[in-house]
């Protein structure tokens, strides 16, 4: 087994306060997003130029879109983006994780 570091120590200790896991997940989340948009652009043998110019977008909002997808990507927009690499959006809903409650002393 791995011995465990500083780093997975202070991992761990962060992650275990909720606020900073949902944050840290959120980010996780839209970067998938960012990366499937990448991936889907390249298997298609799109550049970012060809693939803005076919949803009426500039190369650099693609750019910033497969780097940064948490930066004010609207619903419409990944409707657009996905369309044009020939996928359907599809929106699954979840049950949210319980919060661990405190107890009043």
């Given at each position: 087994?791995?011995?465990?570091?500083?780093?997975?120590?202070?991992?761990?200790?962060?992650?275990?306060?909720?606020?900073?896991?949902?944050?840290?997940?959120?980010?996780?989340?839209?970067?998938?997003?960012?990366?499937?948009?990448?991936?889907?652009?390249?298997?298609?043998?799109?550049?970012?130029?060809?693939?803005?110019?076919?949803?009426?977008?500039?190369?650099?909002?693609?750019?910033?879109?497969?780097?940064?997808?948490?930066?004010?990507?609207?619903?419409?927009?990944?409707?657009k983006?996905?369309?044009?690499?020939?996928?359907?959006?599809?929106?699954?809903?979840?049950?949210?994780?319980?919060?661990?409650?405190?107890?009043k002393?």
């Amino acid at each position: 087994m791995k011995k465990q570091t500083n780093w997975d120590r202070y991992y761990k200790s962060q992650m275990d306060d909720p606020l900073t896991k949902r944050v840290v997940d959120d980010e996780l989340g839209a970067l998938r997003i960012g990366i499937q948009v990448a991936k889907l652009r390249q298997q298609k043998g799109l550049s970012q130029t060809q693939l803005a110019a076919k949803i009426g977008m500039s190369a650099p909002n693609i750019s910033r879109i497969e780097t940064d997808p948490s930066s004010n990507l609207t619903l419409n927009t990944l409707v657009k983006l996905f369309g044009a690499l020939d996928c359907d959006v599809a929106i699954v809903t979840r049950p949210r994780r319980r919060k661990a409650r405190t107890t009043k002393s």
